[in-house]
């Protein structure tokens, strides 16, 4: 049980373009999602959490108008890289918390998008 | 949160015991630790947690030191698949989970 899903795996994209990347919880409902990043040889950096049904909270440095997040549903939540460049290649990673599990519970980890722009 | 001191890297051999320290001594009474691991390439994967009792779940074991001050991972027989980077956490909730450099395992035949 508890699994996240991401999609996609990989993708590569032209600079000065857009790209969504989404995560799902496929078998539990989750009412908060969170987004890291990771670059080569460093540790994961929380990005944002994800609400359902309200705005997205950004960690300090990440702008929130160029990694957009929409948590539309109780088991979908979206990071789109705006206007993306070759300094956002990076390991996108998302998480979950289970609703039902209590603050305690641990997070759920999807695979990751590896986001190369060129 | 408390912070976490981690040995950078350790070796084990194959179906040994590999122990992994962590010390977190600015713990406070209602933290818990948690443990997360990540295989190149791969999300984070969910090891274990504990408050202050010992734990022990189908993957590993969790052993924390009376005084809470430090904490060990102990993944019982080893094997090659084990090979990842594992981090240790505390925190109250698992809101924000800030992730440490962790101790990367490398498992030998």
């Known amino acids: 049980g508890a699994v996240v899903s991401q999609h996609p795996s990989r993708v590569i994209c032209k600079s000065g373009t857009s790209v969504k990347i989404e995560c799902r919880s496929l078998?539990?409902?989750?009412?908060?999602m969170f987004w890291y990043r990771q670059f080569p040889k460093q540790s994961l950096m929380l990005m944002a959490t994800?609400?359902?049904?309200?705005?997205?909270?950004?960690e300090q440095g990440v702008e929130k108008d160029k990694f957009l997040i929409n948590h539309a549903s109780l088991t979908l939540s979206t990071l789109t890289v705006t206007s993306a460049h070759p300094e956002d290649s990076s390991f996108y990673i998302c998480?979950?918390?289970?609703?039902?599990?209590?603050?305690?519970?641990?997070?759920?980890f999807g695979n990751g998008t590896r986001l190369t722009v060129t | 949160d408390a912070k976490t001191t981690q040995p950078p890297s350790m070796d084990c051999a194959e179906g040994r015991a590999a122990n992994l320290p962590c010390n977190h001594s600015?713990?406070?009474?209602?933290?818990?630790v948690y443990w997360y691991r990540q295989i190149h390439s791969q999300g984070p994967q969910y090891i274990i947690h504990?408050?202050?009792n010992n734990e022990t779940n189908e993957m590993a074991s969790l052993i924390i030191t009376e005084d809470r001050k430090s904490s060990t991972l102990i993944l019982p027989h080893a094997t090659l698949r084990d090979t990842a980077v594992y981090y240790c956490?505390?925190?109250?909730?698992?809101?924000?989970?800030?992730f440490g450099t962790g101790t990367r395992l490398q498992v030998f035949p």
């Open positions: 078998d539990f409902q989750a009412t908060t």
């Open positions: 504990g408050l202050k």
């Open positions: 994800s609400n359902e049904g309200s705005k997205a909270t950004y």
């Open positions: 998480s979950a918390r289970y609703l039902g599990g209590g603050e305690k519970s641990p997070l759920h």
């Open positions: 600015t713990i406070s009474g209602n933290e818990y």
């Open positions: 956490i505390v925190l109250y909730n698992t809101d924000k989970l800030i």
